[in-house]
């Protein structure tokens, strides 16, 4: 696997998030390195319903009952983000490829977790209705047959995507913003109803956030 040029910041485990002693380890993964030009500002450090954007996303994988440990993969204003956002037990680790796109943060991301997980969770760090019951409903949803697992709205497909092992090493090829899609091409994919259980609706812009009647000034 190629150099992703990350940098971890260990941090201990969520306490919400048990380890599964004797299960597979699962790990999830929140990717919230991009700079939100579209935004305006950082996004992560928007206030919505008072706290960070990214919070949101964090406090629900802190929340999930079916994961080991939660890593936030971070890459434009890390430092504020690092210094502004609590991260309700989740590592931090650095993406230096971040302006690269998508890929380049979920390459960051796996190879972290690597050597330990069996599985990852995959959200995004603006999505603040993600909900812990569809985390645990699509790691619940391991059938020992599926590579990857989706959660579905309605009729569309979204977040949490769990990634077994067998992708990882196909992580690494990754390139520009198409994040785990490519993976999903010819493998088997498993999608499980998500209805009732959050959104995955994420925030681009301070009008959507506004919309959102969550939103208040962003953070500078």
Do not use: N
């Amino acid at each position: 696997m190629p150099d992703t040029g990350a940098v971890s910041e260990q941090q201990p485990s969520s306490p919400a998030a048990s380890p599964l002693a004797a299960g597979p380890v699962v790990v999830g993964i929140v990717l919230a390195a991009g700079a939100g030009r579209r935004f305006g500002s950082p996004k992560q450090l928007a206030r919505f319903e008072g706290r960070p954007l990214l919070e949101h996303a964090l406090l629900a994988m802190a929340s999930a009952r079916r994961l080991d440990s939660v890593v936030v993969v971070l890459g434009a204003h890390a430092d504020a983000v690092l210094a502004g956002v609590e991260r309700h037990g989740a590592s931090a680790v650095v993406c230096a490829d971040w302006d690269e796109g998508q890929a380049a943060s979920l390459r960051t991301g796996v190879a972290a977790v690597a050597g330990r997980a069996d599985a990852v969770v995959v959200t995004l760090g603006d999505q603040p209705a993600i909900d812990a019951r569809a985390i645990d409903r699509v790691v619940d949803a391991r059938d020992g047959v599926s590579l990857a697992i989706r959660a579905r709205y309605g009729r569309r497909a979204g977040h949490p995507v769990l990634l077994e092992r067998e992708l990882f090493a196909a992580v690494a090829s990754l390139r520009g913003d198409e994040g785990a899609r490519g993976l999903m091409t010819g493998a088997p994919v498993r999608v499980v109803a998500c209805d009732g259980l959050g959104s995955d609706l994420d925030i681009d812009t301070v009008e959507e956030l506004r919309l959102s009647g969550g939103g208040s000034t962003p953070a500078c």
